[in-house]
């Protein structure tokens, strides 16, 4: 038994939402209830290809529902953010603000030692 406080228990990344793309595509859809994919394509300023290979592999992980139906005689593709890709979101957000505040701890600590 060490006599030093418990190490707090750091946020760690999501993996699958780290990559640039699957984290736009969470993050986009985070704000909505769904959305349809040629919006989700263009607000998040990717092809065709990458967001259905995005889509697909937030899909997989339990991210994101792909749900699929017709306008009129014209197919369409809607997506939407799972509970569990809002926990991922939500748990990813809080180890990237965390990082962050370990960044500007360390950048001020050397500046306010350095004055004395």
């Not at 999501?14 to 969470?26: F, G, N």
Request: charged residues 20%; hydrophobic residues 40%.
């Amino acid at each position: 038994m060490t006599g030093g406080p418990p190490e707090p228990v750091r946020a760690v990344l999501d993996e699958i939402i780290q990559h640039p793309t699957r984290l736009t595509v969470v993050a986009f859809l985070s704000a909505c209830d769904e959305a349809e994919f040629a919006a989700v394509r263009d607000g998040c300023q990717v092809s065709d290809s990458v967001l259905s290979k995005t889509a697909s592999a937030l899909e997989a992980a339990g991210y994101v529902n792909v749900r699929k139906g017709h306008v009129g005689k014209r197919p369409r593709t809607w997506l939407s953010l799972t509970p569990e890709g809002q926990e991922a979101l939500a748990r990813h957000i809080t180890a990237l603000q965390d990082i962050v505040a370990t960044a500007a701890r360390r950048a001020v600590a050397p500046a306010a030692s350095s004055s004395d």
